[in-house]
Structure formats: C-alpha cells, structure tokens
C-alpha cells in the first residue's frame, strides 16, 4: 500500500505540472471542456489523487482501514486556510489594509504605484509573521493583483513576481514562532519562541524579503498601475468603522485560535452572519477559491501521511550542509512543513541540524505550488490574470529561482 501511495504521490506531482495542458485541451474538444477544465485546476490535483488512493485502499485493505486512515488525518491546516482566506479577503479586511499601504506608498520618494507594490511584496509578506502566511497570501494577492498580474503584462515577468511573492510569504513568516506551517510544526518540540526564530531566522529573512521585492518591482516598474481591489472598493463604498473593527477583531480571534477549529469554525459562521446581515459593505465572498485551496491542502494532508516511509530515511541520513539542500529540493515536491514534521520525529537531532533543516524547507517554499501551504491561494487569486486563465508549474519554477537563491543564500551563509 506505501507503494501504491508513492505512486499516486507521482503521479498527483506530476498532474501538478501538466495542468495546463489540459486547459488547452479544453479549447480543443468543447464538447468535453468541462471535464478537461476541472482536470486544469491546479488546486483539484492532490484532492482528487487523494479520492483515488482512498478507493484503491478501500479496494487493496477494505473500507473500514480506508475509513480509519482518512478520519486519522489532521485537516486542521486545510480548515484554517479555508476560513482565513474568506476572512482575510472581506471588503471591510482589504480596505483597511489597502488604505494603509496607500497612505504609506504616497509618502515615500518614488513614484506611488513602484511604491505600492513593492510594500505588497515586502511588507504584506512580512506581517504574515502576525497575522500567518496564508492571510499574507491572500491581502497580497488582492493588493497586486490588478498591478502586476494582468493580462497584458509580459508572462516573463508575472512569472518572476509571482515566484517573489511565494518566496517571500514562505520565508517573511518566519519571525515569529507560529505563523509559518513548517516552523509551526517543529517549535514547540524543539523550543523554538519567537525571539529564537527573530534572532537566528527572522532579519535574515526580512533581507532577503526586500532584496527580492527591490528587484521585482525594478523590473516590473513599466508595468505597474495603481489599480487594487482595495481601490475598487472604496470606490464603490466606505465601511463603517464599528464594521471594520468587528471584522478586525473576529479575524484576529481566528488567527489565536488556529489550532482549535471547533473555535474558529464557530468563529467563521458568525462571520458568514455578519456579511449576510449587511451585504451592501461586502464583497463577493471568495467561499469557491477557498474551498478549492481546503480541497488541495486536504488532499496534501491525506497523499502525504503515507510518504513518511521514504522521506524520513532521507532527511535522518544527511549531515547538516546536505540537508539544507536535500530539504529545499525536497519541498519543490512536497509541502515543507510535512518535511519539517519528519524531522521533529528524529530523536537526538543535532542544532545544526534542526536549523539547515527548516532554513531549506522555508527558502524552497516557492518551487512550487504545493512547496508551501499558502501557495494554492496565491494561484487561485491570481491564475486569472495568466494566459489560459492558469498557473504554469514549470514557470512558476523557473521563475522563482533567483529569489529562492537570494532566500537560501541570506539563511545559510548570513
């Protein structure tokens, strides 16, 4: 049955960077682009190769040991992304934030638009460390989409700022001890507190963050315009204040009870209450985006149980240097903080060690789309403004390239 997973493992990875062939596929036979444009979704993948591997369990073991495998998963991640990008993405959320970048942008001396986006690719990555990666994602990917990831943008480029984007919500999550999946799943076994990931991980990262961002926004500085969501809608309303805080506050509840999803789902349908009750200063609801994200990170969290037999043997056989480098490989294939969590399984695990080892799965978080758990929500925002309305996996790999050598190279040799 490992087998057989590691297979399904493959082949979902694969599947991953064949995407978008299948949305041309859904050009070319009409009569059947329904199937072909499901099949295109990059966020569908690992949810659907889950459903497989439970069918073939069921099959190879019987449904009760198929049954009791899935219900011994963990979806508290897939939840918690789930409900912070909803929140997150709310009207009253992207306003409040969008004002203050605004507000920001026009004080500093060079032109608004360069200065807005590089805080959305610096800043915004930055505050995940407060408020977590995936809530990063999700106001970053709002604030730039309508500034950088356009239709007619040159693809070169929105390949590049969306591999700094990845890279830096991957890496700026990690001055505090709980904001970054892979960090999170290693802190409290390893006695790692915020001021540990500051003083060791935290200003490496944050330089590495505004030398990606520098450059980024240098070469996309033609392109830029100052269109956001947030503009948008301020356009079109101005939120009660009493509204904003509300939203605020429940957000902020979220984010303290993410470990605790009977908490922040009874959270979450208080908010679903509040948007219903006043409609008139809300946005649409991004409720079919987030459930796809749920459904990808869900399908991780299922595919990736049963790849404990080959990953640990690998991340316990190698020397401190080796695993810096096996980890960032390894998470272009794999969400890091399941990388992470194999190697809080290790007894007696050197310093060095533990440090090469998150240093690598946080620098490779934005390989690809399931090297990070923010990642899908980044592609499911944004895939719009692509050609073919979808994320090329390839690109996006060979886009993040450069950042992912600055990240690694500020983490290792700083």
């Known amino acids: 049955m490992e087998s057989i997973a590691a297979l399904l493992f493959a082949l979902a990875v694969v599947h991953t960077f064949t995407a978008r062939q299948f949305e041309r596929l859904a050009h070319r036979f009409p009569r059947h682009s329904g199937v072909f444009h499901f099949l295109g979704e990059v966020e569908v993948v690992f949810g659907l190769w889950a459903i497989v591997l439970v069918a073939v369990m069921a099959a190879v073991m019987g449904g009760a040991e198929a049954i009791a495998y899935a219900e ?44 807005a986006a590089w805080l959305g690719l610096a800043v915004v990555p930055l505050l995940g460390s407060l408020i977590t990666e995936p809530a990063a994602m999700t106001l970053a990917a709002l604030m730039l989409a309508g500034q950088m990831f356009r239709k007619d943008v040159p693809e070169r480029v929105k390949y590049l700022a969306l591999g700094v984007l990845f890279v830096n919500v991957s890496i700026g999550g990690t001055l505090t001890s709980y904001a970054a999946p892979p960090v999170l799943m290693v802190a409290a076994t390893w006695g790692w507190d915020s001021w540990f990931m500051l003083t060791h991980f935290g200003w490496k990262s944050a330089l590495a963050v505004a030398i990606n961002a520098t450059v980024a926004t240098f070469v996309l500085r033609k392109h830029l315009t100052h269109t956001t969501r947030a503009d948008a809608d301020a356009a079109a309303d101005r939120t009660p204040l009493a509204l904003v805080a509300l939203h605020v506050a429940l957000l902020a509840a979220v984010i303290a009870s993410a470990h605790h999803p009977v908490i922040f789902l009874g959270l979450f349908l208080l908010f679903l209450g509040m948007a219903q009750a006043y409609p008139q200063h809300q946005s649409r609801l991004i409720l079919r985006e987030a459930l796809l994200v749920g459904f990808f990170l869900g399908g991780l969290v299922v595919l990736g149980g049963m790849q404990q037999w080959w990953l640990r043997p690998m991340v316990e056989g190698m020397e401190p240097l080796m695993l810096f480098f096996g980890a960032l490989g390894l998470t272009a294939i794999t969400d890091n903080a399941a990388l992470t969590y194999l190697g809080s399984l290790i007894d007696g695990i050197s310093d060095p060690a533990k440090y090469m080892l998150v240093a690598g799965a946080v620098a490779g978080g934005g390989l690809t789309v399931i090297a990070n758990a923010p990642n899908p929500a980044g592609v499911a925002l944004l895939k719009a403004g692509f050609q073919d309305g979808t994320v090329s996996v390839g690109a996006l790999l060979l886009g993040a390239l450069l950042p992912t050598a600055v990240a690694a190279t500020a983490l290792l040799v700083l």
């Open 72 to 115: 011994s998963r963990n979806y508290t991640e897939p939840l918690f992304v789930f409900v912070v990008m909803v929140m997150a993405a709310s009207r009253p959320i992207v306003q409040t934030i969008g004002r203050l970048l605004d507000w920001t942008a026009r004080r500093m001396p060079v032109r608004t638009p360069v200065a």
